[in-house]
Nanobody, 120 residues
Framework: QVQLVESGGGLVQPGGSLRLSCAAS????????TGWYRQDPGTQRELVAM???????NYADSVKGRFTISRDNAKNTLYLQMNSLKPEDTAAYYC??????????????WGQGTQVTVSS
């Protein structure tokens, strides 16, 4: 089993920045692709950014040039640096990982989410 815990959300003014973190814990696991999704109430969860085990990244068009995803494999931690935030970035942000656990195979894992609110 793999647990994902997000942190770093909060209230920020338009144009501001936030850095989200996602710490993974568990036993005998390896994370392959991992990333961030976001969801507003009443809408579908959407991909924000993804990073592969080799560091290849993919971003939603709406955040390209403003958000940067990175990972520290030694610390099993994922980051999302969000700059030039807009009110439309307001959402709950969820950490995602596809991880392989020894003896259990690969599976999807999700964090509980952290709220980001962009408002003046």
């Amino acid at each position: 089993q793999v647990q994902l815990v997000e942190s770093g959300g909060g209230l920020v003014q338009p144009g501001g920045s936030l850095r989200l973190s996602c710490a993974a814990s568990g036993s005998n696991f390896r994370i392959n692709a991992t990333g961030w999704y976001r969801q507003d109430p009443g809408t579908q969860r959407e991909l924000v950014a993804m990073i592969s085990s080799t560091g290849r990244t993919n971003y939603a068009d709406s955040v390209k040039g403003r958000f940067t995803i990175s990972r520290d494999n030694a610390k099993n931690t994922l980051y999302l640096q969000m700059n030039s935030l807009k009110p439309e970035d307001t959402a709950a942000y969820y950490c995602y990982a596809w991880a392989v656990v020894v003896g259990r195979g690969g599976s999807d894992y999700w964090g509980q989410g952290t709220q980001v609110t962009v408002s003046s």
